[in-house]
């Protein structure tokens, strides 16, 4: 009797073993080397500034701001990221052939980070045909492989999970990482496209593809030599100042207010609203003037 109470308890626990696994699904192996690999990969995709000028421009900005050097490095780059892209040709990218099915970008991207790691994205040939059939084969098939791995958003479960156990900064959370690396992927593709229309045609559209990087100087407008219009300002300006300073006038109280025009370089009023003002030369808009300024 004894013995099968035993026999009973052990069958009854095999079955509520079986039944958890079951309903949460099976556990993740090698869950946190899975979730370092995958960090390693994509941190450098944490940021696209940190890039430069390798994904973040359009097309037509491929032409305008970017030389023949850049554009090679760009295209490398991309290349060594998402090695799938080699195969991408420009009809293609136009007609939106890799958008969809088997060739989008976004699942090809998923099956490329996870390749190296203990858990990586295998396709069935039912899941190859469910995915060229449906209109949204990402978050209908593939999706759910990925959060099963990297856990859902607050979850305790996955990469998730694990990074915030280990504290580990937002950005370069596996979670976000990933969504940063979807990110280049998009923008690699569309920036791709400009490339190849420069290595092909020379231009995109009308724009002629440079042969140098476009380079951005600032210049302090105070170190610019004069208009003449501006000259003519000044010249008049300084003519008031000597009218001024043989006739002064230094009113002790003034409805003068700060940045208001003054004649007198070096005059002192005294306001009501603003206490002591002084005449002083700045510059405004370029243009050198005389103005009233708090003492």
């Known amino acids: ?144 492989k990925v959060l099963r791995v990297i856990g859902e958003s607050y979850s305790d479960e996955g990469c998730v999970g694990l990074d915030a156990v280990n504290e580990v900064d937002y950005t370069y959370q596996v979670e976000q990482l990933y969504a940063d690396t979807q990110d280049a992927a998009e923008d690699s593709v569309e920036h791709l496209l400009g490339i190849l229309l420069c290595e092909r045609d020379g231009k995109i559209d009308d724009e002629k593809c440079d042969t140098e990087d476009f380079e951005y100087t600032l210049t302090d407008p105070s170190t610019l030599p004069p208009t003449d219009e501006e000259l003519a300002i000044l010249e008049e300006r300084r003519q008031d100042a000597e009218r001024e300073s043989q006739n002064p006038s230094t009113p002790s109280d003034s409805t003068a207010s700060p940045f208001q025009p003054c004649s007198s370089l070096g005059a002192v009023v005294q306001t009501e609203n603003y206490g002591q003002l002084t005449c002083k030369l700045v510059w405004l808009k370029r243009i050198k003037t005389l103005v009233w300024m708090r003492s």
């Open 1 to 144: 009797m004894r013995d099968s109470r035993l026999l009973s308890f052990a069958l009854f626990s095999a079955l509520s073993i079986s039944t958890l696994t079951a309903c949460g699904g099976p556990s993740v192996e090698n869950l946190k080397a899975t979730c370092e690999i995958l960090r390693a990969e994509m941190t450098p995709f944490e940021n696209v500034a940190l890039l430069e000028r390798k994904l973040y421009y359009n097309g037509d900005s491929v032409a305008m701001l970017l030389g023949v050097d850049s554009r090679t490095e760009s295209k490398r780059f991309i290349y060594e990221s998402f090695p799938f892209m080699k195969e991408y040709t420009i009809e293609g990218i136009q007609d939106g052939e890799y958008e969809k099915g088997l060739k989008s970008y976004q699942i090809q991207t998923a099956i490329h980070m996870f390749a190296s790691t203990p858990n990586p994205i295998v396709l069935t040939d039912k899941e190859k045909v469910e995915i060229e059939a449906s209109d949204d084969p990402y978050t209908e098939i593939i999706e759910p």
